[in-house]
């Protein structure tokens, strides 16, 4: 039903308002004060506000800034007194639809109202293909272009918009979350929750109130309820990454939870019904698990009805200028720096380079290399690589450091990030959990 919020300090006026318009079909909610307002229209969405210029409280110019601050969409008609010419001009230049000058017949009303509603419906349906022009953009941008991209992106357009499990597997940084959220996105679960786990950091001790939360009392220490991640991603995706890494208890208690869509939280005497789809992800091929018994056959075939291969950026090297131009611009923000691009010379080094880390390393050399440079168009001196048993990495990925350079890494990462540590910890390619236990190790 086509929503409005009518805003008048005057109880008759009101009154009469909400009975033409309930009439002819709309669902009403009045407000006397502009303060009200702002609270009702938070809650009930109106597509169309009739907002009084004059309130009691609030001016009503600024109660329309307002609202459009809240949704820059909604149509605001304000009503002004007659002839007033003036007041009616000020709420146009800040962005009301229309203005109805008391009185008014209840013709004029409705026209006015049903032109603001094609309005919004017109805008809305502009701004939706924009967002899809842009995911389209933005996906071109962040992943590429090549015949393997092209290829995968074929596999996932008929499959995400429907609920089958799909397990996604590829070496590590090729991107697994990125696609994950992508077939999210493309789902008709998009406007709910997409939660990621990363199913290695979880001990098996708190594994059970991780994922299915636990009742006020179930243990020392639980004080009140806390939902578990299936509860919080209800109605959207459940992304199991590293699934390959659970241990077998702990396969067996997911197992269950997939089959019977139903939890129990920790201490919890009634089941949960679920609506989760669940994604899962593996850095490496979880049959060889299967086949040594790491990993359990059923719940393979439960996690597994749809299997995509993630390629490795070794296999589309295409691909890399337009990863490079994309992490050069994500880093301009993030350092508030205004490097250009490449020079020939370090592309070469780039495009020479086996990326045994694959994208997360590139973003990471190419962060490294924003941050430290002083030129418009990156020198090959900038680019950094770490030789670690053979494999190279960026001086800012920490996994790949000596104990010996650990401590200069992490104070450099926290001067360039003026001591934010959560903007350190990524730079520096690890969690913030593991950002702290390093930083108490060092005493920093």
Known sequence: MKKILIVDDEKYMRIILSKVLRASGYKVLLAEDGYQALNLFSEFRPRVVLLDYKLPDIDGIEVLKRIKEINSNVAVIMLTAHGNIQ????AMKNGAFDYLAKPYNNDELIIIVQKAFETTKLTK????????LNEQISFKESMGESSVIKKLLLQIEPIAPTDVTILLEGDTGTGKEWFAQLI??????????????DCGAIPETLFESELFGYERGAFTGAVK??????????????FLDEINNLPL???AKLLRAIEMKAIHRLGGKSPIDLDVRIIAASNRNIINDVNDGNFRSDLFFRISEFKIDIPALSQRTEDIPILVKFFIKKANVKFKKNVKNL???????ILNHPWPGNIRELKNVINRAVLMTKNDLIPPQDIQFINIRGKSSNGFLLSAATNNTEYEVIKKALEKTNDNKTQAAKLLGISLRQFYRKINKYNI
Do not use: C
Not at 125 to 132: F, V
Not at 184 to 197: C, L, M, P
Not at 343 to 349: C, T
């Open 343 to 349: 020079n020939p010379e370090a592309f070469k080094l």
């Open 225 to 238: 309820n806390k939902s578990g991640k299936f509860e919080q991603a209800q109605g959207g995706t459940l």
């Open 249 to 251: 208890s702990m396969q």
């Open 87 to 90: 007041n009616a001009v000020s």
């Open 184 to 197: 999210h996105q493309k789902s008709e679960r998009n406007k709910k929750q997409f939660i990621a786990v």
């Open 125 to 132: 349906e502009i701004t939706t293909l924009k967002n899809k």
